[in-house]
């Protein structure tokens, strides 16, 4: 017992040498316990749809397919009746609740959530709803992720990092596919590139999957069969494909959200049997069509096997398009991830059966075509190009389709954005009253560097042998507050204008700056550096010397705050009374940016 | 990790939670971090959950394969009774229960090449094959589905695999009867060279079965594997003397052989058991042959002159009917001859013109040279009017061998 006390002290306290784990180390730990939790979770949660899916919809007593229209509804029913009076924090998409819990609430998710979801998307899902486990999956991770965050009293800024750690863990065990969870969660989640949170992302997604494949076996979701691509005149069908799916996917989010913003505006006591009325109409649907109830992960299978024909292909498509955005408007729990998939498989398989009738050079198998409508379909909906493209690839274990793929992929996200501004997640946002950032809307917005406000030339240099009269003359004819001297080459320091005025006051006016004044040294900056790093220099030195990477020596410009404030087009006011001091002192009016 | 107090303004270190930031005099602590316990207690929950979920798991696991193989028993049971359509429903929901159990996808295939839905087959059956590339059985499948489909390179292929795979129980009883499916297989026309491999690989392996015999045997003369052919004959007629199909066969051989007197011989016997036309046909050209062939044993050496200059004349007249199939006496030949043919007409003419001289081996030698060279400059006359003299064409094919 000592023995192990004393390895857990050694692991998480300071010895006399020195930490044993230091903070990164420490949160890579962290990342990996989050994984193993929420693998674990995971785990049991797929366990639980699958073994609810037997009892309800693939009972084996005899007589049990006559209640297959009823189980959709039940189950709908009371997840929500769950939602409604036990566990509220389980309502909503998880991608939109773990973004909220990063950007609104410093990553705390109450754990009471992960219950939540556990239970509700247990009820939905394995009585045959059309939605996917993926979305709750990735709310339990993160919300396993925050109540470790807090277990382990992390900062705030590493709690605002510790639910997306979750969300990927969570998303990665859901999914069998590392990879796209690690992508997917900066393309959806973050909504950034974050590198400093990339490995421990990576860790605990990869930690969640070697744990769900301990328990649930190696088996991947689809069997996918030996792939050939064949002409390469096929890639106008794969991008025929991209627009069929980018504008269904459109359509999809278009209609879908505004089913559920119709809802919304019913009172809530009302929308209490809407999930029994989209289950009950799942369900019939179902008895005629089984292949749309549930996740549908088989039928994916199936259609990656050339099981269907196309034409039953589209139409199962459609169904489940029809019943997803129902049960979706509806509230019904469950996510969006799994239906996507399922539709984006119908199409390009469909879509494949038409062409091989109807195109005169060869076509590839159907498989092909399949994973490209998988792809399609996701990035259309979730906007997620990244995900959509190494998921295929992670399904596929295959090179091979990936240029179709991209193609594809990148056409829908192009039709889908034309059509639709926003994603599917992000309108659901915008209805529930949240402004959540998108990595679209992030990339719309470039960063300003330091040459795009920077002074290229050198009015705010002078060289240390001018008068002090000199260099206030100087100073007066721009808008800044100091100037930077060469006093040697390569070498610049600052002085101020408040103390130009004091020496000048003093009866120093003819001397040399060198002889009179006290000049500080200042730092360098680089014209590709972001604004933000520059203007943290600034808070410290009122004037900075933009010089170039190869030759620090050379001056390329200057920049001010003066120059930042015109780079985002601020207007400075005149001061109100005379300003002493560097930052605060008169400085001209600004020009207009 | 350790607990330590972070200011949330400066973000540096203090020592206790109740002091103020001695770097920003701020007084907002956050604790960071987690004592040993705390730690400790976290492995702990965890080793309890992870048992948890392995006894989740397992129980789940030995529901799935419970369910996974009442299907498949119910498919099999299915399948043998010729329902298809429920043995494939069966095995698919055999196969929802665990993907990855190759039985049940053989079987699903099985029940889909039946239902002949062979693009979904092969998907199944390939996805097997990748996974265990020697199998027989699966190889074995996708050669009759290729078979099936038309594409016949690829069923031999796989044949061929199959035949070489791994099986269980009958091994070789497998192998045979693979190899006589390819045989069929390589009967359609073109396959000749496949075919003749695959009846020499068989011979090695001769089944007992005499009808099995009998149709080797005569696959074995179509692609001209005469020597095995007349020794298969043979076998079988040493097991029944009076088997008329071994005895034309083996004449046939014998006949393709050169061998004209034993072919003369099976024929004669063969006649005994069944007469026929075409029999006799082929006796009346075995002795017009025998008669014609200066080669044969047992002549003597006038015998043989005259033999070789009756070859000669019969050479000539052959060659003048290829060259003027018409017989139209007042019609001269409109192309001229080719020098090498002309050549040796002229010495053909020559041989015959005026006496004959006398017998002796070296005049027979080069009479029968006159004549097989005058039949090698004609031949290609000859193919397109078809062979004029069927004994002589016998004879000079024998000469040449």
């Not at chain 2, 359509?85 to 698919?92: D, F, G, H, T, W």
């Not at chain 2, 003027?324 to 040796?344: I, Q, Y």
Request: overall charge neutral.
């Amino acid at each position: 017992m000592n023995t192990i006390r004393e390895i857990l002290g050694k692991l998480s306290t300071m010895g006399k040498s020195g930490p044993v784990l230091d903070e990164p180390q420490r949160f890579l730990l962290l990342s990996i316990i989050i994984g193993i939790f929420s693998g674990l979770v995971v785990v049991c949660f797929h366990i639980s749809i699958e073994l609810l899916n037997w009892i309800t919809i693939h009972s084996l007593a005899p007589g049990a397919k006559y209640l297959t229209p009823l189980w959709p509804a039940l189950g709908g029913v009371a997840a929500y009746l769950l939602v409604f009076f036990v566990v509220p924090t389980a309502r909503g998409t998880g991608v939109n609740y773990t973004k909220t819990a990063v950007y609104a609430s410093d990553g705390y998710i109450p754990f009471r959530s992960v219950l939540g979801k556990f239970a509700t998307s247990t009820l939905s899902i394995g009585t045959g709803n059309p939605m996917g486990p993926e979305d709750p999956a990735l709310q339990m991770g993160a919300g396993i992720a925050s109540l470790l965050g807090r277990i382990f009293h992390l900062t705030r800024d590493h709690m605002r990092l510790i639910a997306p750690i979750g969300a990927a863990a969570g998303i990665g065990a859901a999914f069998n596919t590392p990879i796209a969870a690690v992508l997917f969660v900066m393309e959806e989640v973050m909504s950034a590139w974050n590198a400093g949170v990339l490995g421990s992302i990576v860790l605990s997604s990869v930690s969640a999957v070697v744990v769900s494949r301990w328990f649930l076996g190696d088996e991947v979701l689809y069997q996918v069969p030996e792939i050939e691509v064949g002409d390469y005149s096929e890639l106008l069908l794969y991008a025929a494909i991209g627009a069929v799916g980018g504008w269904l996917s459109a359509l999809f989010c278009r209609y879908s959200i505004m089913l559920r913003g119709r809802i919304l505006k019913l009172r809530e006591r009302r929308r209490l049997w809407l999930p029994a009325v989209a289950g009950l109409a799942v369900g019939i649907v179902g008895t005629y069509a089984p292949e749309t109830l549930g996740a549908g992960y088989q039928v994916i299978d199936g259609a990656l096997h050339d099981r269907f024909a196309w034409n039953l292909l589209l139409v199962l498509g459609l169904l489940k398009l029809l019943s997803t955005a129902l049960c979706f408007g509806c509230g019904t729990p469950g996510g969006l991830f799994a239906p996507t998939l399922f539709v984006g498989a119908m199409l390009g398989g469909g879509l494949a059966g038409l062409a091989q009738l109807v195109w005169p050079l060869s076509t590839s198998s159907v498989a092909a075509y399949v994973l490209v409508g998988i792809g399609v379909f996701f990035a259309g909906v979730f906007r997620a190009p990244m995900t959509s493209v190494f998921m295929v690839f992670e399904l596929s274990a295959s090179y091979v389709v990936i240029l179709p793929v991209m193609i594809a992929n990148t056409i829908a996200i192009l039709v889908s954005r034309r059509m639709e501004h926003d994603s599917v997640f992000q309108m659901a946002a915008y209805q529930d009253g949240l402004d959540l950032p998108s990595i679209e809307d992030r990339r719309e917005t470039p960063a300003l560097n330091v040459e795009d406000a920077m002074q290229r030339t050198r009015d705010l240099v002078v060289s240390d042998r001018i008068s002090v009269a000199e260099a206030l003359k100087t100073i007066e004819s721009s808008d800044a507050d100091a100037l930077l001297v060469e006093v040697r080459y390569g070498q610049w320091r600052w002085v101020g204008k408040r103390e130009l005025e004091r020496a000048k006051d003093n009866g120093d006016e003819h001397n040399s700056l060198h002889k009179t004044m006290k000049m500080w040294p200042v730092v360098r900056t680089y014209p590709d550096l972001p604004l933000d790093q520059a203007l943290r220099k600034l808070a410290i030195y009122p004037a900075l010397p933009v010089t170039s990477r190869v030759n620090p020596s050379f001056l390329l410009g200057t920049l001010t705050l003066a120059d930042v404030h015109r780079a985002y087009g601020i207007t400075r006011q005149e001061p109100k009374a005379e300003a002493s001091g560097v930052g605060s002192s008169s400085a001209p009016g600004a020009p207009q940016g | 990790m350790a607990k330590r107090y972070i200011c949330l303004v400066c973000r540096n270190e203090i020592a206790h939670p109740n002091a103020e930031c001695p770097y920003c005099k701020a007084r907002s602590v956050i604790a960071e971090g987690a004592s040993p316990r705390i730690l400790g207690m976290v492995f702990g929950v965890m080793a309890a959950v992870f048992a948890v979920t392995g006894f989740y798991a397992k129980s789940f696991k030995a529901e799935r394969s419970t369910r996974g193989q009442h299907h498949f028993g119910v498919a099999q049971e299915l399948l043998a009774e010729g329902n298809h359509a429920n043995a494939i429903k069966e095995y698919r929901n055999a196969l929802s229960y665990a993907k990855e159990e190759p039985d049940y996808r053989l079987g699903l295939a099985r029940a889909l090449f039946e239902d002949e839905r062979y693009a979904e087959t092969e998907n199944h059956l390939v996805d097997l094959r990748s996974q265990d590339p020697t199998s027989g059985i699966l190889n074995y499948l996708l050669a009759q589905l290729a078979a099936r489909e038309g594409r016949l390179d690829e069923a031999v292929s796989y044949y061929r695999t199959a035949i070489h795979g791994r099986w269980e129980g009958d091994t070789e009883g497998r192998r045979l009867n693979l190899r006589l499916e390819l045989v069929d297989l390589l009967e359609t026309p073109g396959r000749d060279e496949q075919l003749a491999a695959e009846l020499i690989a068989l011979a090695e392996i001769m089944p007992d079965d005499r009808g099995i015999q009998h149709k080797l045997g005569a696959l074995m003369l179509r692609t001209q594997l005469f020597d095995r052919a007349s020794s298969l004959f043979q076998t079988l007629l040493e097991a029944d003397p009076r088997d008329h199909e071994a005895l034309l066969g083996r004449g046939e051989a014998e006949f393709q052989l050169g061998n004209y007197i034993t072919a003369r011989t099976q024929y004669n016997r063969a006649k005994l058991v069944q007469d026929d036309d075409a029999t006799n046909e082929r006796i009346a050209l075995c002795n017009r042959i025998i008669e014609l062939d200066p080669t044969r044993r047992g002549i003597g050496l006038r015998e043989r002159f005259r033999r070789s200059r009756v070859l000669i004349e019969r050479a000539r007249a052959a060659t003048l009917k290829c060259q003027n199939p018409s017989g139209d006496a007042f019609v001269g030949p409109l192309v001229a001859l080719p020098a090498g043919l002309a050549s040796a007409l002229e010495n053909a003419d020559q041989a015959l013109a005026g006496r004959p001289g006398r017998a002796t081996d070296e005049t027979v030698e080069a009479n029968t040279l006159t004549a097989e060279e005058l039949w090698n400059q004609a031949s290609p006359l000859c193919e397109a009017s078809g062979p004029p003299d069927p004994p002589l064409v016998h004879v000079m094919a024998k000469l040449s061998r």
